[in-house]
């Protein structure tokens, strides 16, 4: 199973606050197996304690590390929000759900967070109009 596909790549999403968008990229993870439910609780209870808001418009929420047993297998999910979501002082345009077993975490969460340092890459994220056009840029500069 590939942790990165077009069926978990959200495109011109729209969500009332970041707790919903958070629960959009469970959701995600769950529907592809990735998860089971629980994980999601954890992805709330992981904002509650610290955002998950890394700016330059970029939330990578994931869960605590009690919920290392809620991961069935490494996934991603990417959701792309053109009017942004409120996650505090900023707004994420993209946000990115993470299920990571073992010492893969870490690996994705640095790879995900160099790419979108990169304001022509994030500009190139938000402004993508197919699930193809956003893997090939993380293809394109992570090892996944």
Do not use: W
């Not at 199973?1 to 999403?13: F, G, Q």
């Not at 056009?133 to 293809?139: G, M, W």
């Amino acid at each position: 199973m590939s942790i990165m596909t077009t069926d978990k790549v959200k495109m011109n999403a729209t969500a009332t606050d970041k707790y919903e968008a958070i629960r959009m990229a469970g959701q995600i993870l769950l529907d592809a197996g990735h998860i089971s439910a629980e994980y999601i609780d954890k992805m709330l209870e992981r904002e509650e304690i610290v955002s998950t808001y890394v700016g330059n418009g970029l939330a990578i929420p994931h869960g605590t590390k009690e919920s290392k047993s809620f991961i069935h297998s490494t996934g991603i999910s990417i959701i792309q929000f053109p009017q942004g979501v409120d996650f505090g002082e900023e707004k994420a345009y993209m946000v990115i759900g993470i299920a990571a077993q073992g010492g893969e975490h870490m690996e994705i969460l640095t790879g995900i967070a160099v790419v979108c340092s990169d304001d022509e890459n994030m500009n190139k994220l938000r402004s993508a109009s197919t699930p193809e056009e956003i893997i090939a840029l993380f293809e394109s500069e992570m090892e996944l």
